[in-house]
C-alpha cells in the first residue's frame, strides 16, 4: 500500500512539475507572440509609410514621362 502511495506521489509530482514547465514555456510563445504581432505592426506602418511616398511621387512624375 505505502509502495502504491509512494509511486502514485511520485506521478503526481512529476504531473505538478510538467504543469509548470507547460505554464513556462506558454509564458514564453505568448511574450514571442506579442513581439511577432508588434513588429507585424510596425512593419505595416512602414508600408503603409512608403506606399503613401511613392503615391505622392508618382504624381509628381509628368504624362508624358
Request: net charge negative.
Amino acid at each position: 500500500m505505502n509502495s502504491e502511495l509512494a509511486a502514485l506521489e511520485t506521478k503526481i509530482e512529476q504531473v505538478v512539475a510538467l504543469v509548470h514547465q507547460l505554464r513556462a514555456e506558454n509564458d514564453v510563445l505568448k511574450n514571442q507572440m506579442a513581439a511577432a504581432e508588434a513588429e507585424r505592426l510596425h512593419l505595416r506602418q512602414t508600408m503603409t509609410a512608403a506606399r503613401e511616398r511613392l503615391e505622392v511621387l508618382i504624381d509628381k512624375v509628368p504624362e508624358d514621362a
